[in-house]
């Protein structure tokens, strides 16, 4: 199973472009700082997404990028495929060459898994990360400060 950081990180900047945006355009330099991502590494990044149309960019004062699409209509594999990355857990690409130019024996297992894969990624919008990330922050404010102070030191 091949997902590299390009695939990672296109996502995470993308799920802090949905939290960061509140009517704004988001620099890449915040999402950097926020993220620990090199910024010209979120610029190749960015670049792609907007040619496939899920950010837009503002220029100027004040300019940055915001979300072409709402987050409902943004799944995390089209963010992955925008960035050239592909999922695949066969050895030869989809390529049935996995073994001395022949097709192996688990081939079709493989590929079932990259569609079954895929199948989930394109079931989880940038809406379900936002929902799952605001929950989160929710249970760990709404603890009493008694325990929020006894997790701390954990």
Partial sequence: MRLTT????AVTAMLDLALNEDGRPVTLADISER???SLSYLEQLF??????GLVKSVR???GGYRLALALNEVSVSAIIHAVDEQIDATQCGGNENCQDEK????????????HKIFDYLEGVSLQHLVAAQQAE????ISQPASKRALGAGV
Avoid at 47 to 52: A, C, H, K, Y
Avoid at 103 to 114: F, I, P, Y
Avoid at 137 to 140: A, D, T
């Fill in 6 to 9: 390009k695939g990672r990180f």
């Fill in 103 to 114: 097709r192996c024996m688990t081939h079709d297992l493989w590929t079932s898994l990259n």
């Fill in 47 to 52: 670049s792609r997404l907007r040619q496939s």
């Fill in 35 to 37: 993220q620990s991502i």
């Fill in 137 to 140: 922050k929710v249970v760990v």
């Fill in 60 to 62: 100027g004062p004040g």
